[in-house]
């Protein structure tokens, strides 16, 4: 059972190529079928999730995830993250989250960026 309609959550964590590498720019997003959370990645590749405002938390609930990590200051923007990765019904990625939890996620790098 989760807490009371107004309860949110913290959801953290760090975003990290499979060499270990972290992702230094972008967004994971947590999404359901009617809302998309957020949480910016860092340069150490930290993020944090929230609703109105990065961090904030999230309501408690079942989430698809995806990471995005794109190069924005180049005349072509630059997505260093594998597609697979990108798209929250593609990743795999999956969480049920019922109180304030660390998710650590590892992604692929776009072979051509």
């Known amino acids: 059972m989760y807490a009371g309609c107004n309860s949110k959550v913290n959801v953290s964590g760090k975003v990290s190529f499979q060499d270990g ?7 994971v997003n947590f999404e359901d079928d009617q809302h998309t959370y957020f949480g910016m990645i860092q340069s150490d590749g930290q993020y944090s999730v929230g609703g109105l405002r990065d961090g904030d938390g999230i309501p408690p609930g079942k989430y698809r995830v995806c990471v995005t990590g794109v190069i924005t200051d180049e005349p072509t923007p630059k997505q260093l ?26 992604v692929e790098r776009n072979p051509n960026p």
């Open 21 to 27: 590498t972290p992702v230094t720019i972008g967004k």
């Open 81 to 106: 993250v594998a597609e697979k990765w990108t798209d929250s019904k593609k990743s795999g990625l999956e969480y049920d989250v019922k109180k304030s939890m660390v998710v650590d996620i590892e």
